[in-house]
């Protein structure tokens, strides 16, 4: 019986019979603190408990329900306790034709059960031509015929997932619905008390048909399909009252005038693209205004974004006031300021470096200031700041974000660039609050890196990659080896920098071989990367130090070691450290993963294609958004049911932001049901992922 005479979806965990400080913590830790968590939880499978198998139907490796006597019972003892070992036969006279054995939190069943009849649900397996079972769920009789089965979390097994969600479902539950009733008939979708009981098979309807559960298993269920439109939707409605308010704040008018963008574009060394003048006219279109800018500006590698970021910056500075440039790394930061310096010379402007290590240039005093976290900690001596760029930008937490550029009303434009390209779906939804800007060709004639496979984990003497390697080298051309890591493991066999860069040595002794790593002092890791800069050493042995900021015009070849280790988004990255002025590039990709694998999936896109758009969509289909780009980082909110691939496909999503707006305009305060429902609803499942302006959405 439940705790108290009703249950509502904020109630907390503890009101659940069973559910005491301990379990209440290890759950929290999770990120189930309420009722509503908790039923929002989504069933990994349903196992289907109606009829018993056969014994002779039993097999190997397939689930079954099978009901038998209990003929042989015995309770030793093992390292975490007593066990439990169960033999059932057909009758009680059969010799056993199962074994069900529990190694810890066995059921209570002792010497007086033998002869009793047991129903038991679980995958057998062969053990030296026995059947076997380990840990398989005792079916009741009065239990459900169809049972939904939940994934273990933080420890806690299934199964009391399954009877907390059972329990919670029993009494007289208040569900809130912030979804608007009529955008719930227009698109034919359940009620969310209806859609609850259904998923977790808890309603009072007649047992579901094998097809809808298998509907149900596969997303298609109309209450599945609620449950992901529910999430879409509130994402969308918090993206579009994130915007609101951020562009309620007062910014800097920075108007840039005709004949300075002239001016600028005619200092420029090399004419810009067409998508870098596009992007360039948005941003400064946005910058005339009082209503503070957010844009995002994804490009792919070698598209120009940092040529856009700067025209964005003096824009600023023709606004009378500064810009920053923040980045995520040292390594970065430096890199844009070796950038920056000869396109400042001819606008006659300050340009100043702030790391936590050195203040170089006009440092805080500069008109342009390029540097990394340090300079949240010293935003007064930024003032009068208009424009804060973000590099890198899913590199930063929520927080760090919202920090720089936010004085009371007063707010600085804001514009985010990202190098690893995002996917539209993706984009849409963890942007929707921007405005979006997309680079997604580089300079015309830049020349596409070949991309190669090889059959080993390292280069050694004799094999293909070293004679490929030796050819060109050679040829005088430079090359850079990455390895997953810095030194030795005891834990992983895997290629290391250091004894990578003592091994190239021996195989390649008329080639100066340079070291990087982050294990190096900064002065130490800049001498290496300007000898390899200036043509002094001709091959650097590096760890992912070098994935971004790190600018070798002229390298040529890019070997990665144990290719498999990386993620595809990084393996992009690093394939576009070379050829950026010569054509003739090579990317050479050492692995021999199991055919078939991810990690195999992962390296054939890559040699198949060098569209970054089209790798995110692979890097997204493999791992999900929120490893894609790390749910703290990027503030991706947990998706328990929504599908961006899926629901991007069948449209799920451009829905969800249609009936959002629509929502908005109809109650722009959402002050009635089932606006504050749904103003709620987003406050207790995303809470801080969600900040505008550095105040939660109330």
């Not at 529990?102 to 002869?115: F, G, N, V």
């Not at 209806?194 to 998923?199: K, P, T």
């Not at 424009?387 to 720089?404: C, M, Y």
Request: aromatic content about 4%; hydrophobic content about 40%.
């Amino acid at each position: 019986m439940l705790k108290g005479s009703s249950l509502t979806l904020d109630s907390p965990l503890n009101s659940l019979p069973g559910i005491g400080p301990i379990l209440q913590a290890r759950l929290a830790a999770q990120g189930v603190l309420q009722v509503e968590d908790l039923l929002l939880l989504s069933p990994r499978r349903y196992s289907d408990r109606r009829d018993n198998t056969a014994w002779e139907a039993l097999k190997v490796g397939e689930e079954a329900t099978v009901e038998g006597v209990v003929v042989r019972l015995s309770r030793p003892r093992g390292r975490r306790g007593r066990q439990l070992h169960v033999a059932l036969a057909e009758t009680k006279r059969d010799v056993p034709r199962l074994w069900c054995r529990w190694y810890r939190h066995p059921p209570t069943l002792d010497a007086k059960d033998k002869h009793k009849v047991l129903r038991v649900c679980g995958v057998p397996r062969d053990e030296d031509g026995q059947l076997v079972m380990s840990h398989p769920e005792i079916v009741g009789a009065d239990e459900p015929g169809v049972i939904a089965e939940y994934s273990a979390l933080g420890g806690i097994p299934g199964r009391s997932l399954r009877r907390w969600v059972g329990d919670a479902l029993a009494g007289p539950l208040r569900v809130s619905d912030p979804i608007p009733p009529q955008v719930l008939e227009v698109l034919n979708l359940p009620t969310r008390s209806e859609a609850l009981r259904v998923v977790h098979q808890r309603g009072p309807t007649t047992e579901p048909s094998l097809t809808t559960l298998s509907r149900l298993s596969a997303g298609e269920h109309p209450a599945a399909r609620r449950l992901a439109f529910e999430e879409l939707y509130l994402l969308a409605l918090a993206a579009a009252l994130r915007r609101r308010a951020w562009r309620q704040g007062r910014a800097k008018v920075c108007h840039f005038s005709l004949e300075a963008r002239e001016h600028f574009i005619a200092s420029l060394p090399f004419t810009p693209t067409r998508e870098q003048e596009q992007a360039l006219g948005e941003i400064w279109s946005d910058m005339e205004c009082s209503a503070p800018m957010l844009r995002l500006l994804q490009g792919d590698v070698g598209s120009g974004k940092t040529l856009v970021a700067f025209g964005a910056c003096l824009a600023a500075v023709a606004g009378g006031a500064r810009a920053v440039l923040l980045a995520p790394t040292a390594v970065l930061a430096r890199q844009h300021y070796a950038t920056l310096c000869p396109l400042c010379h001819p606008q006659q402007l300050r340009l100043g470096l702030v790391t936590r290590e050195v203040e170089e240039g006009a440092g805080f005093r500069g008109d342009i200031v390029v540097g990394t976290h340090s300079l949240l900690n010293r935003e007064a001596d930024l003032q009068p700041l208009g424009l804060v760029v973000i590099d890198e930008e899913h590199r930063f937490g929520v927080h760090q974000r919202q920090a720089l550029g936010q004085r009371g009303e007063e707010v600085a434009h804001r514009l985010m660039m990202s190098a690893t390209p995002i996917p539209r779906s993706l984009a849409l939804t963890l942007y929707g609050d921007m405005d979006s800007t997309v680079l997604a060709h580089g300079p015309p004639g830049r020349q596409p890196v070949e991309t190669r496979r090889f059959g080993q984990g390292t280069i050694s003497a004799g094999s293909e990659a070293a004679w490929v390697l030796g050819r060109r080298l050679e040829a005088g051309e430079q090359a850079v080896v990455v390895c997953p890591l810095r030194a030795p493991s005891p834990q992983m066999e895997l290629a290391d920098a250091t004894t990578a860069a003592a091994r190239l040595v021996g195989m390649f002794p008329a080639c100066a071989v340079g070291l990087v790593h982050g294990g190096l002092h900064r002065r130490q890791r800049e001498t290496v990367m300007q000898a390899f800069i200036a043509g002094e050493t001709q091959l650097l042995v590096a760890t992912t130090i070098v994935e971004v900021g790190v600018d070798a015009p002229f390298a040529q070849v890019m070997v990665v070691e144990h290719a498999e280790r990386f993620g595809l988004a990084q393996l992009h990255q690093l394939r576009g450290r070379v050829g950026r002025r010569q054509p003739g590039a090579l990317c050479m990709l050492l692995a021999a993963p199991e055919p078939g694998s991810r990690a195999d999936e992962r390296l054939t896109a890559l040699v198949d294609s060098t569209d970054g758009f089209l790798l995110a969509e692979v890097d997204l289909w493999q791992r999900g958004p929120g490893e894609m780009l790390g749910a703290q980082q990027a503030g991706m909110p947990q998706l328990r049911w929504a599908n961006l691939r899926r629901d991007a496909d069948q449209a799920l999503m451009e829905s969800a932001r249609c009936q959002a707006r629509w929502a908005l305009a109809e109650d722009p305060l959402q002050e009635q049901n089932p606006g504050r429902e749904a103003h709620e609803c987003i406050r207790r499942r995303w809470g801080e992922h969600l900040l505008v302006a550095g105040a939660l959405i109330r």
